[in-house]
C-alpha cells in the first residue's frame, strides 16, 4: 500500500508539530517521488510545516512553487 496525499499531510502536520525539519524533508523527498505534490492542502501542510521548523526560506519556495 502506497501513502496517498492525505497520509503525507498527516505526516508532515506530525513532523511540523515536534519541530522535526530534517525528517520533514525526508517526507518531503517521499511525497515528490510520489507525485501527491501538486495537490493544494500538501503545499499548505509544507509550506506550514517550514515556516513553523524556522526555515522561512524553504517555506517562502513552496509557497512560490504552489498551483494557484
Not at 499531510?9 to 505534490?37: F, N, P, W, Y
Not at 495537490?39 to 524553504?58: P, Q, R, T, W
Amino acid at each position: 500500500m502506497s501513502p496517498n496525499e492525505f497520509t503525507f499531510v498527516q505526516v508532515i502536520k506530525t513532523c511540523t508539530g515536534l519541530g522535526a525539519l530534517e525528517d520533514g524533508r525526508l517526507i518531503h523527498e517521499q511525497l515528490i517521488q510520489s507525485g501527491c505534490k501538486s495537490h493544494i492542502f500538501v503545499g499548505n501542510s509544507l509550506v506550514d510545516m517550514y515556516a513553523k521548523c524556522g526555515s522561512v526560506e524553504d517555506a517562502l519556495r513552496e509557497f512560490d512553487e504552489m498551483p494557484s
